[in-house]
């Protein structure tokens, strides 16, 4: 019989955070597509991202979001370039699962130092 290499693939244990020693840990920021998000949207979302013993995040799993569902995926999409320090579980690294909520405020709010000679001194011409 003709088996697909996905059914021959060993699946893989993904330790859960409470099973490790050490859990796993960006390295770099969350690699997100912001670009699309409107000026005054604040968004949350909360997924599971299965991480490799070497540090890469092999998927991850939305499970709630602010967004409609095709604005999450695109977000998200590049999300697994995110490279991480492996989890630790008797000295080795170990593949690893954690949830994790993004926060994301697009319109930061605006602090202005007043200029105090310009604002309160105004040039005479």
């Known amino acids: 019989e003709n088996y697909s290499k996905s059914m021959l693939a060993k699946s893989t244990h993904y330790f859960e955070s409470n099973e490790v020693d050490f859990r796993s840990e960006p390295l770099s920021e969350w690699v997100l597509r912001t670009d699309s998000i409107s000026s005054n949207e604040k968004i949350a979302i909360q997924l599971t991202v299965f991480i490799d013993q070497d540090g890469k995040l092999d998927k991850f799993e939305i499970l709630n979001s602010t967004l409609s569902p095709l604005e999450t995926e695109w977000?998200?999409?590049?999300?697994?370039?995110?490279?991480?320090?492996?989890?630790?579980?008797?000295?080795?690294?170990?593949?690893?699962?954690?949830?994790?909520?993004?926060?994301?405020?697009?319109?930061?709010?605006?602090?202005?130092?007043?200029?105090?000679?310009?604002?309160f001194f105004p040039k005479n011409k």
């Open 75 to 119: 977000l998200v999409k590049d999300l697994t370039l995110t490279t991480f320090k492996p989890a630790l579980k008797d000295g080795k690294t170990v593949p690893s699962q954690q949830n994790v909520e993004i926060l994301l405020d697009s319109s930061p709010p605006i602090f202005r130092i007043p200029d105090l000679l310009t604002d």
